[in-house]
């Protein structure tokens, strides 16, 4: 679908802000380009919730001005990002998907767009998020096919960066709402140790898990944010990485994969010369049903409201969980986070000297709009149990749809897994993560 890109919007974050560092590029002209691809894809895909082109030229020409007078805030002045719409923006509404929301305008930003906005980064929009950011179709069309489905949740997002709209996107991720819609799309996604970025002024359905996450189209782009972000972990990250302390993980769950996704997988660990396998017990397959029971006990508090007042404007996933979390006995909640930590500890213990494991995204590659939105499972127990994650575009399926490779690294280790990731995406660029 996507025929063409021109060449500002071609280029990842890392290049974009190394152009922009560099005085031959302004923001605004890089703004323009975004513009450009939007007014000529946006008609055919709608990745976007809200424009405000007025408001983010206004900011592009300030980033001019700091460039010029060589006062730039940090090496991602400039640079444009979208914010999926359940994260709060004052500058544009956040409306969660939702009718209920129409036209809600926060007082402030939620932290991670203030922290960006502080780096000089500018705001572009509001990426389209399905209502409340549950598991449920939406408009937005795959700009690879349109015939195939993005997923759910943050599906604006992944279509924005696939469509060189604009580099980044700041998302948030409860179960495989980022990771999903990024492995459908063919892009990079970045789900980071749980807690790691502040998740104030971002819509928590299931606090536990709830991560702000990216899309890209790098690795390199999340390793330059981390580093621009100034995020900081108890865990030092290993001095140098080895596709010998690499592992595959499939789990209990294996079986969803579809034939020639896991042909993919196999042949991917040949080429590499990943050998080495963690075995998961069938007591990880508890995560998927304690995680449900985490999001539907918090979503009956977080959209307690919601469902008073405008129960029948809620989807009806949303309905079910909450439903469901209104009747949770206490002690199911209790076991299972206690289930979440056991799981995390049995698994740290697993990987002994191992640095990363590596997975499939997804079950397989997009699915047909008419097949339905896909299926999240293979995302899920590492965000319950709060790893970071990576999803790299490097696999395909013989029609040459794609398909995600996961990475999931040890908590609190992102560094580590970043530099993997370029490892095995092929980045030569794997200084710029210090350790």
């Not at 923006?89 to 203030?114: K, L, N, Y």
């Not at 995560?287 to 029971?293: P, V």
């Not at 949303?318 to 006995?329: C, K, M, N, T, Y």
Request: aromatic share 6%.
């Amino acid at each position: 679908m996507i025929e063409e890109r021109n060449d500002l919007t071609a280029r990842t974050l890392s290049e974009a802000a190394a152009v922009l560092e560099s005085g031959t590029l302004q923001p605004s002209a890089l703004l323009a380009d975004c513009f450009a691809q939007i007014d000529r894809y946006e008609g055919g895909i709608g990745a976007w919730a809200h424009l405000d082109r007025a408001f983010t030229l206004a900011q592009a020409r300030e980033a001019d001005t700091r460039q010029a007078a060589g006062k730039r805030l940090s090496r991602l002045d400039g640079v444009p990002f979208g914010i999926k719409d359940n994260i709060d923006t004052e500058a544009f509404p956040t409306e969660m998907g939702s009718p209920i929301h129409q036209g809600c305008r926060p007082d402030t930003d939620a932290w991670i767009v203030s922290a960006l906005r502080a780096l000089g980064m500018v705001p572009l929009g509001k990426t389209v998020t399905t209502s409340f950011g549950m598991n449920a179709p939406a408009p937005t069309r795959n700009p690879l096919d349109p015939d195939l489905t993005l997923g759910a949740s943050s599906v604006g997002s992944a279509a924005a960066v696939a469509s060189g709209m604009v580099p980044i996107t700041v998302n948030t991720q409860n179960t495989s709402s980022t990771t999903r819609p990024a492995a459908y799309a063919g892009v990079f996604a970045w789900k980071p140790t749980h807690d790691l970025i502040p998740l104030q002024g971002c819509l928590p359905l299931c606090p536990p898990t709830a991560t702000v996450a990216f899309m890209a189209r790098a690795v390199e782009d999340f390793a330059l944010l981390a580093e621009v972000l100034e995020l900081k972990q108890p865990k030092p990250g290993a001095d140098a990485v080895d596709l010998a302390r690499i592992a595959a993980v499939r789990g209990p769950w294996w079986g969803l994969a579809e034939p020639e996704a896991a042909r993919a997988f196999d042949d991917f660990l040949g080429r590499v010369g990943i050998e080495r396998d963690i075995p998961l017990g069938a007591r990880f397959e508890q995560a998927l049903a304690a995680h449900r029971d985490l999001i539907a006990a918090d979503m009956a508090v977080t959209l307690a409201e919601e469902f008073a007042q405008h129960r029948s404007q809620l989807p009806e996933e949303a309905i079910s969980f909450i439903e469901a979390g209104r009747s949770l006995p206490a002690t199911r909640y209790v076991d299972a986070m206690r289930l979440r930590g056991r799981l995390a500890a049995e698994l740290e213990a697993a990987m002994g000297d191992c640095d990363a494991l590596v997975t499939l995204s997804t079950p397989g590659p997009p699915p047909r709009m008419t097949e339905g939105i896909g299926d999240g499972t293979f995302s899920m127990p590492w965000t319950f149990m709060g790893l970071p994650t990576l999803s790299l575009p490097l696999l395909a399926d013989p029609q040459g749809r794609p398909i995600g490779l996961q990475v999931i690294g040890r908590r609190n280790d992102d560094r580590t897994l970043l530099r993997i990731g370029m490892l095995l995406a092929g980045d030569k660029s794997m200084d710029r993560v210090s350790s």
